[in-house]
């Protein structure tokens, strides 16, 4: 079966959206928005905290690094537990841990303090938010999955931009503080929707289709490397990393780069921000097209788009309007990519894997997340603008190359899609 015929199969089948079920999504969203929040949180208060201990900035590295340094150990070590035990039972038991630390981050009063607490948050997030993606994937109607779980997964960077917004008056009101109690009550809130809401991991989603549940692997995580899907795991792995590796570096990059090239500071940092919103605006364009059958053709052409811009950028002098249109495009292939990643392996998977592969993925990609800015800081260290933005053609051009490998593996039948029914062939 060709991969466009199949784009929308993930094991399940429901064709339309039941008030419960747009109940449980919302409240999935809301849970990933206000994570986002969360996440933003520690770097928000780090400024107002160091001021307030006479410590330098520096001081909290450690604290920054801790919550990534949890969710990646929990994605790959706990989050598969979703499918053994049910992923309703691990949403809300790990997101009671993470609002249970985001409380207890308020009430630290040391850089060792901050340390531990943010560390628990990252296990609570890396074991939840898997299971939250797996659960959207499994109750979303197919016509319609990849867009579903665009507007949920872009929940987090709205959080996190909402965080910032809303800093300023919060810590006016009870100081840093209150941005830990406000992101504990709120995750809290969401919880409570996701336990009156979402059935038990014995029962399915109601829906007009009837579906076939598969038992649970004794081990999903060592079965994504099992010769049925070893290849295509690897695959996907290696297309999330390098495309995280790539938006890690421009992301901790531009506002220092830009400036360079004439760009003022502070217009940097504002144009900056067009790089992410390019992303929202391309995740949901990527996962439009997914829903459509056109996964290969749309991620070839959005990564195009954003060789187009950097080499825009790369032989044009400044000019903030045509930067910024440049920057927007880059943003659309790159970050847009960055957010349909997840969604695109998705299919390749039975029901019983999803959460596995969530948090392998969530896991593996942070070596990107690390290389990239190390990457882009030699860069920046010895060339300038243009020769920065060419440099960063080289994993545009490695993530086309994994897309197309990815294409013609499936096609001559290497990448096997799981069993699907006729009559999702039909919707697809």
Not at 221 to 236: C, D, M, S, V, W
């Amino acid at each position: 079966m060709m991969l466009d015929q199949a784009i929308n199969a993930s094991g399940t089948v429901h064709d339309r959206l039941t008030g419960r079920t747009v109940a449980i999504l919302f409240f999935c969203a809301f849970f990933m928005l206000i994570e986002g929040l969360d996440l933003a949180a520690m770097p928000l208060a780090v400024p107002r905290v160091s001021a307030q201990w006479g410590q330098p900035p520096s001081a909290f590295a450690l604290s920054l690094s801790a919550v990534l340094i949890g969710i990646g150990l929990a994605s790959v070590l706990l989050a598969p537990l979703g499918e053994r035990f049910g992923r309703k039972r691990m949403i809300v038991w790990t997101g009671m841990l993470a609002a249970g630390a985001t409380f207890g981050t308020a009430t630290a009063d040391n850089v060792s303090a901050f340390v531990v607490w943010r560390l628990l948050t990252g296990i609570g997030l890396g074991a939840c938010l898997p299971n939250v993606t797996a659960s959207v994937a499994h109750i979303a109607p197919m016509h319609m999955r990849a867009r579903i779980l665009a507007i949920v997964n872009t929940a987090i960077p709205v959080g996190s931009v909402m965080a910032a917004m809303i800093v300023a008056p919060v810590v006016r009101i009870g100081n840093w503080q209150a941005l830990f109690v406000i992101a504990g009550l709120l995750t809290l809130i969401a919880i409570a929707g996701l336990v009156i809401l979402m059935p038990s991991h014995q029962q399915a989603i109601p829906s007009s289709s009837t579906t076939t549940r598969r038992q649970p692997s004794a081990s999903p995580l060592f079965e994504l490397f099992l010769p049925a899907h070893r290849i295509k795991t690897l695959l996907l792995l290696g297309l999330a990393t390098t495309n995280t590796f790539l938006i890690y570096m421009m992301i901790n990059w531009l506002p220092t780069l830009l400036p360079r090239g004439g760009m003022p500071v502070d217009t940097a940092a504002r144009l900056s921000g067009l790089f992410q919103f390019g992303g929202i605006v391309g995740g949901f364009f990527f996962a439009y097209q997914l829903d459509r059958g056109r996964a290969v053709g749309t991620f070839v052409g959005g990564y195009l788009c954003a060789a187009a811009g950097l080499i825009g950028i790369a032989v044009t002098a400044y000019s903030g309007t045509l930067w910024a249109l440049l920057l927007l495009a880059v943003g659309v292939g790159i970050s847009g990519a960055h957010i349909a990643i997840t969604i695109f392996g998705m299919i390749f998977y039975p029901q019983h894997l999803l959460s596995s592969f969530v948090g392998l993925s969530i896991a593996v990609t942070r070596s990107g997340a690390i290389c990239g800015p190390l990457a882009g800081g030699w860069l920046v260290a010895h060339v300038g603008v243009g020769g920065f933005m060419l440099a960063a053609l080289i994993p545009v051009a490695l993530c086309i190359a994994w897309v197309l490998i990815i294409g013609r593996a499936e096609r001559t039948g290497i990448m096997a899609l799981p069993t699907i029914t006729k009559e999702n062939c039909d919707r697809a």
